[in-house]
């Protein structure tokens, strides 16, 4: 019984690998990770002053709201369009500036890529995360906040 248990297993895997690379399968082959430039932490601290930056948190909306860097706002792959730019904030922006959790979050690194391939050229990512910002002594914003 095992066995026949087996191939329906794997099938689920499959099913549920699909389902979460499926916002990637967007993006085309042209646009990879060495296309995103990094964005170091002098231009995040300018960032919460600058009105021409937008700061996206690409963790889940629970994790944005438990503390993010100031002035963020929290976006995810299924928010951006490939087919039409329909934010007006990130068209209107000089450098927009995509950060999540930590150096490995794929959550910022597919983010990124979905808005350079829906032609947001001035993205750029903070590979440190909010674990490097608040590591380095940096306040974060909370709602009550």
């Not at 499926?22 to 932490?41: F, G, I, M, Y």
């Not at 963020?72 to 039409?84: E, F, G, K, T």
């Not at 950060?99 to 750029?124: C, F, I, M, S, V």
């Amino acid at each position: 019984m095992a066995q026949n248990q087996q191939p329906a297993s794997r099938a689920a895997l499959v099913v549920l690998g699909l389902a979460l690379i499926q916002p990637l399968a967007a993006c085309e082959a042209n646009v990879s990770e060495r296309d995103l430039k990094p964005a170091e932490l002098n231009r995040i601290l300018e960032a919460t002053q600058s009105p021409g930056t937008v700061l996206i948190d690409a963790r889940t909306p629970s994790a944005f709201a438990k503390g993010h860097i100031p002035g963020a706002v929290n976006l995810n792959i299924a928010d951006v369009n490939l087919r039409s730019r329909n934010r007006p904030e990130l068209i209107a922006a000089d450098q927009i500036i995509v950060y999540g959790q930590n150096p490995g979050d794929p959550l910022a690194t597919g983010l990124a890529l979905r808005l350079l391939e829906a032609g947001y050229g001035a993205t750029t990512i903070y590979r440190g995360g909010i674990d490097d910002w608040t590591g380095l002594g940096n306040q974060i914003q909370t709602p009550d906040r």
